[in-house]
């Protein structure tokens, strides 16, 4: 059994690589694993609202989460350093990285009922 959280796990997710996994709590943060070892590399605690949603970046150096804060928080993976915080009107649901480009999807609790895009199709 593995500890890093003192909230319920919501949400968890394994890198392209294989190399790190990650999860999101109802305590309002994330942690990041890594698989061989076991051990947890760091905890993302900028948010103040459960973690619904997260996703690594195309090349594993990026995480985005999803959360009732009114931003998406972007960090690096290896130091949990943020990136960006991608400013939000509503909620947000969910989040998934393109699998080759540095575009991330997300949808928001909303009644337009759309995806919405943010980054560079190359």
């Known amino acids: 059994c593995l500890t ?7 949400c968890l997710e394994f890198d ?11 305590d309002a ?10 051990v947890c590399l760091t905890v993302l605690t900028r948010i103040e609202w459960a973690v619904r949603g997260l996703s690594f970046g195309c090349q594993s150096q990026l995480i985005a989460l999803a959360s009732e804060d009114p931003y998406i928080e972007i960090a690096k ?3 949990g350093e943020r990136v960006h915080a991608l400013k939000c009107d509503v909620q947000t649901l969910a989040v998934a990285w393109h699998p080759k480009a540095s575009v991330l999807a997300y949808v928001q609790d909303d009644d337009s009922g759309s ?4 980054g560079v199709l190359d």
């Open 29 to 38: 943060s994330a942690s990041i694993w890594d698989v061989s070892q076991l």
């Open 77 to 79: 993976v290896d130091t």
């Open 16 to 26: 392209a690589t294989g190399k790190y996994f990650a999860v999101g709590a109802a």
């Open 4 to 10: 890093a959280h003192t909230g319920n796990c919501i």
């Open 115 to 118: 995806v919405r895009l943010f």
